[in-house]
């Protein structure tokens, strides 16, 4: 497609629960990135993948949250045992490799908002 | 520790005139930086970048100014529409991985 796609758009979990977030980058964008982001504030780095390495994974705020994109395209975040403060927009995010491509900069998805209860 | 801070929660100004959004960054390691747009209910989109060989960068009516010894940079919309009322994000990088974000400014064009 022409966009990155997340799905689901919402999702109502309750305390517990595991939940699996959808990302489909753009096709061609190799770097693709997880940021969660609660209201009123900017998104926070989760992880980050080039093709299907796990680059960085250094805000994944615990163990319960599990990231993976097994053939360098579709990403999966996983969240283990949902608590109340994982309620937040998760944005995914694709970019082109390099920094000197005209235009580089993030494309985002539309986010899904979990909601735990 | 907020690495990136838009000091300005909110900014109103009238349509035809100019909107400057402000940033400041701590991390003097960071090396390229951006401005994104949100509206609500959407993913922030990409509205320009600047890399820190350059103090200057323009697209139309966006031009972002860095100033690296202050640690500064700002986003100039000329002339502002009605249409650019969002939440704009200022966001910097350390090489080609993340990017860490400030809390936005939200920005209102009055007609």
């Known amino acids: 497609g022409a966009g990155v796609s997340q799905s689901p758009r919402y999702k109502v979990a309750k305390r517990g629960q595991d939940v699996a977030l959808r990302c489909d980058p753009i096709?061609?964008?190799?770097?693709l990135f997880w940021y969660q982001q609660a209201l009123g504030q900017g998104p926070e780095f989760l992880t980050y993948?080039?093709?299907?390495?796990?680059?960085?994974k250094s805000g994944l705020p615990s163990d319960r949250f599990f990231a993976e994109r097994p053939e360098g395209s579709v990403s999966t975040l996983k969240i283990q045992r949902t608590q109340q403060e994982d309620s937040a927009v998760y944005l995914c995010?694709?970019?082109?490799?390099?920094?000197?491509?005209?235009?580089?900069?993030?494309?985002f998805g539309s986010g899904t908002r979990l909601t735990v209860v | 520790d907020q690495q990136v801070k838009q000091n300005s929660p909110s900014l109103s100004v009238q349509e035809g005139r100019i909107s400057i959004l402000n940033c400041d960054y701590t991390n003097s390691m960071f090396d390229y930086f951006l401005w994104y747009k949100k509206y609500p209910a959407e993913g922030p989109t990409f509205l320009i970048s600047i890399s820190s060989i350059k103090d200057k960068n323009e697209d139309g009516r966006f031009t972002v100014f860095l100033n690296k010894s202050a640690k500064h940079l700002s986003l100039h919309i000329v002339p502002s529409q009605p249409g650019d009322s969002a939440v704009y994000f200022c966001a910097a990088s350390e090489g080609a991985g993340k990017s860490t974000f400030g809390d936005g400014t939200t920005l209102t064009v009055k007609p």
């Open positions: 995010a694709s970019s082109y490799p390099s920094r000197d491509t005209p235009g580089y900069g993030y494309t």
């Open positions: 993948f080039q093709n299907e390495a796990q680059l960085d």
């Open positions: 096709s061609g964008h190799v770097s």
